[in-house]
């Protein structure tokens, strides 16, 4: 891209922007449900957005979707403001929640829905809808209604319905929420290879932050309405832009005022996470990268596969910690309650971050 | 439990339980393992109801057609025979009352589901809560009055001097004739039975999830399409209801046809017979008629699957 001459390149040489949502605001009526966002969605990229409920990722879709009009803002698609366009002439497509099947429709009926309504012929519906009900394994169960298909089919033909009319980019609403675990680990492989294999953009929207961490090219973060941060989930989780970022994202131990000052020298907030501490007994001494605090075990739950200790720091506040039961039985880590120890880790995984609300967020500067 | 104690704390042996609580006990313990019996309880009397006094009677109708009178002493002679349906057959009028019956419930049928499927659909899926609520119990206000006060209500409305005719004279309009005439027939069967309709039509639209409405504009439908691919195919059994309330009480009506109308129903020609005539047999074959109208609207309607998602 960058070799074409400028004159005949008038797009920007950056990676196109699939989807540019700016300054996109909804309210119903008192109620801010989204105050303010603006992020960019690149082509071909799997998106997410992740956050609690109630914290307006829902109803962006639902505007990118157009199902809601914005009070104010624009939604680009593929360079085209859409903000105005009802959703019928978007050229994107939704999987729902609950899926949306229509239940008087067979399985084939569903998915060849979107080709009939758009007016397309009869051979090429035949093909499409062959190649989308294959994809998603559902040959076999073409002629049967919804009604008769199990939680993970009925997954699969909503997918097949929203992926067969080949839209630029397809929204995905919790569609993983109503399937049990390991069908939705099995899903979310899947989902994550067909999107790769089709190369289409998808916006994921989820509440799960493993989800959203296994799945994603990048995500979004949002809190009331707003996008706390934005990166690949390596970056999102190694380095969270603000407390509420580090503690949505895994756990996460923040310490903040006197705690951070005895251990870091600054009164700056700073996040940990519990994985990155090493259980050490108090007599050790640190290394040169490392930072480390004195403290006393106060619970232990042990979790099989690796141990969670909280430990209550001399500096005040507490951490909790994470170790892998390598060498430990269940009887060896719960004697450890009441243990002094020292807590050690190295000083590029401790992060300093902004606390809650806009104000504090100046500190992340210093 | 076999003690109680008294407001003085005096620990007095219970009374040994009464005949009656012991038989309570023993009928509880019967329903209890016996699920048959609890069902009989259930069901019995409403079904004592349906089988033997409804159905018994229809069934006494459908004998008592084959009866007839004597054309001289007027008395009812149990023959026999197919005079009644020869008389129904031969005699035109017959065929045209029932006929015109059958046109107008037709009519009025269709009538109330153009009606009702926009109020419903407002209702349903547009209207505020408090909208909502106002509205049914505004459609279901009228039947809290008497159906005589309403009939009459109309005929004051539609008569030659009436309100309506009223109206256009003052407005320079004219007059027009709507009193006493199948017209008028129409429009008060509509007015009577819109609520009925209007129910379960709004019943089945308001089933209807938003996110289908949503997924088939978000597949490329605008709202025709899906109104007419979507919306349409899921509430049909409830439309299918309504209309089957609009057809069969037009069907069966004799009071409208006297007060509003011009003309004469199946039931006007049923009520002379018994009342005035006391032919009961010929009454009791031509009411076969509308019993037969009735059965093949119902098979139709079960052949459209408008009973599957009941």
């Known amino acids: 891209m960058d070799s074409l001459p400028a004159a005949s390149q008038p797009q920007p040489r950056v990676a196109a922007a699939e989807v540019r949502l700016e300054g996109l605001r909804k309210t119903f009526g008192d109620v801010v449900a989204v105050a303010g966002v603006d992020l960019e969605v690149r082509e071909g990229e799997f998106f997410s957005l992740l956050g609690p409920s109630g914290c307006g990722k829902t109803t962006c879709l639902r505007m990118i979707a157009g199902f809601e009009e914005p009070t104010a803002g624009r939604i680009v698609l593929h360079g085209r403001d859409v903000s105005g366009l009802p959703a019928y002439e978007r050229d994107v497509n939704t999987v729902f929640q609950d899926y949306a099947l229509f239940p008087h429709m067979t399985v084939h009926d569903n998915v060849e829905y979107g080709l009939v309504v758009k007016g397309i012929g009869r051979a090429e519906r035949r093909r499409r809808v062959g190649e989308a009900l294959t994809m998603m394994r559902l040959d076999r169960l073409d002629r049967r209604k919804p009604g008769e298909l199990s939680g993970g089919q009925r997954q699969r033909v909503a997918l097949a319905r929203a992926l067969v009319n080949q839209p630029r980019v397809l929204l995905l609403d919790e569609p993983l929420g109503a399937l049990d675990l390991k069908l939705r680990q099995a899903m979310q492989i899947e989902l994550k290879s067909i999107q790769e294999r089709l190369s289409m953009t998808f916006i994921y929207v989820t509440h799960d932050q493993e989800e959203a961490l296994t799945m994603s090219d990048r995500m979004a973060v949002m809190n009331q309405g707003r996008v706390e941060q934005v990166g690949s989930p390596a970056e999102v989780y190694e380095r969270p832009a603000t407390s509420f970022v580090a503690g949505f994202v895994g756990a996460s131990n923040v310490l903040s005022g006197d705690a951070a000052l005895a251990i870091t020298g600054h009164r700056q907030a700073i996040t940990v996470r519990p994985e990155k501490i090493r259980l050490g007994s108090a007599e050790e001494g640190e290394h040169a990268d490392e930072v480390s605090a004195l403290g006393v075990v106060r619970d232990v739950v042990y979790v099989g596969a690796f141990t969670r200790y909280v430990v209550e720091l001399d500096a005040g506040g507490e951490l909790v910690v994470l170790q892998q039961n390598l060498t430990m039985s269940s009887m060896d880590v719960l004697q450890a309650r009441g243990r002094r120890v020292r807590l050690f880790w190295n000083r590029q995984h401790s992060r300093v971050i902004a606390t809650v609300g806009g104000d504090q967020k100046k500190e992340e500067i210093g | ?310």
Not at chain 2, 10 to 17: D, N, Q, S, T
Not at chain 2, 138 to 150: A, E, F, Q, T
């Open chain 2, 1 to 310: 439990m076999a003690e109680t104690l008294t407001r003085t704390g005096e620990r007095l042996a219970a009374p040994p339980p009464s005949a009656v609580r012991r038989l309570r006990h023993a009928i509880g313990r019967v329903l209890y393992r016996i699920p048959a019996a609890r069902l009989a309880l259930l069901l019995g009397p409403i079904l004592l109801w349906m089988v033997v006094i409804y159905l018994g009677s229809l069934g006494l109708l459908f004998v008592t057609s084959f009866w007839r009178q004597d054309s001289v002493t007027g008395a009812i002679v149990q023959n026999w025979g197919l005079t009644n349906y020869q008389f129904l057959v031969q005699e035109g009028v017959y065929r045209t009352i029932a006929i015109r019956t059958v046109g107008i419930a037709l009519a009025v049928t269709v009538t109330d589901i153009a009606l009702a499927i926009p109020i419903a659909y407002y209702a349903a899926r547009i209207a505020s809560p408090r909208v909502r609520t106002l509205l049914l119990l505004s459609i279901v206000l009228p039947l809290w009055s008497s159906y005589l006060v309403r009939v009459y209500a109309w005929r004051t409305i539609l008569s030659g001097d009436g309100v309506l005719n009223w109206s256009l004279h003052h407005v320079h309009l004219g007059s027009v004739n709507l009193g006493f005439s199948r017209w008028s027939l129409w429009i008060v069967f509509s007015y009577l039975w819109l609520p009925y309709v209007t129910l379960p039509v709004y019943a089945a639209l308001e089933r209807i999830p938003n996110s289908l409405i949503e997924a088939s504009t978000d597949l490329g439908a605008r709202w025709r399409t899906t109104f007419r691919r979507v919306i349409l195919p899921i509430a049909f059994p409830g439309i299918v209801a309504g209309s089957i309330f609009a057809f069969s009480l037009t069907l069966g009506d004799y009071i409208a046809p006297d007060l509003v109308g011009d003309t004469e129903f199946i039931g006007n020609v049923i009520y002379q017979n018994v009342g005035i005539a006391n032919n009961i047999p010929f009454a009791a074959a031509y009411a076969i008629v509308p019993a037969l109208v009735m059965g093949v609207y119902l098979l139709i309607a079960r052949q459209l699957k408008a009973f599957e998602a009941l």
